[in-house]
């Protein structure tokens, strides 16, 4: 069994998908608990709906990003939390989480690593003119959207496509490729 938080702060398709595969589940992926910085965000309803207890909790109740992270922190260990799983997280992690989680936070970006980092990954991409761009799977680490790559998945850009055609093109990837780099991890992590 291994015990994931998510992390989320808007609609939260991708942890309906990762919530809603049953082969993650029979791998014996269990998500105790939903971070989110948004009190309004939709993902909360959509985790309430599937009896995931949900934290939230915002940076601007804090002093300072550390006693924020400090808190979360706390929380985790309750749910005895190995790995986390950013999932439209739109925070930078900082060391006061990282350093409990060493390489156990993993998250998805909606472009092709190192290109467009940054929280509008897709429309960056779309506004350089880039003929391709892609869904990145990687691990969290000091930088911004710069740790260590564990799956890419490249999409075309074509001629005449809109901004909005191009975001659920890459949102249909991103919800086939996370569910399937986590299935992955864990099988490799059981024959460790
Ligand atoms: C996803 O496209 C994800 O890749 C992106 O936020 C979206 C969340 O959608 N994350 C980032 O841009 C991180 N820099 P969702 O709430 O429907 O899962």
Redesign the pocket.
């Known amino acids: 069994m291994v015990k994931v938080a998510i992390f ?10 990762i919530a809603d595969n049953q082969a993650l589940k029979d791998a014996g992926l269990e998500i105790e608990v939903l971070v989110c910085d948004r009190p309004k ?3 909360i309803k959509k985790a309430q709906r599937r009896g995931i207890p949900t934290f939230i909790i915002q940076p601007k109740d804090f002093e300072n990003r550390s006693h924020y992270e400090q808190v979360i922190v706390t929380e985790l260990a309750r749910y005895q939390i190995d790995t986390i799983l ?5 925070r930078v992690i900082t060391s006061t989480l990282l350093s409990e989680y060493p390489m156990e936070i993993i ?5 092709l690593l190192p290109l467009f ?6 429309e960056d991409a779309y506004k350089a003119g880039v003929s391709v761009t892609g ?1 990145t799977i990687h691990y969290i680490d000091e930088g911004v ?1 710069t740790g260590p790559i564990i799956a890419q998945q490249s999409i075309p850009i074509l001629p005449d496509e809109t901004l909005e055609q191009l ?1 659920s093109k ?2 249909d990837v ?1 919800h086939q490729l996370y569910p399937k780099v986590i299935l992955n991890l864990l099988n490799n992590e059981k024959g460790d």
């Open positions: 989320a702060s808007g609609t939260g398709s991708n942890f309906e998908f965000a939709a993902v950013l999932a439209g997280y739109m998250n998805i970006h909606p472009a980092p940054g929280i509008h990954g897709i869904v959207d975001e890459i949102h991103e």
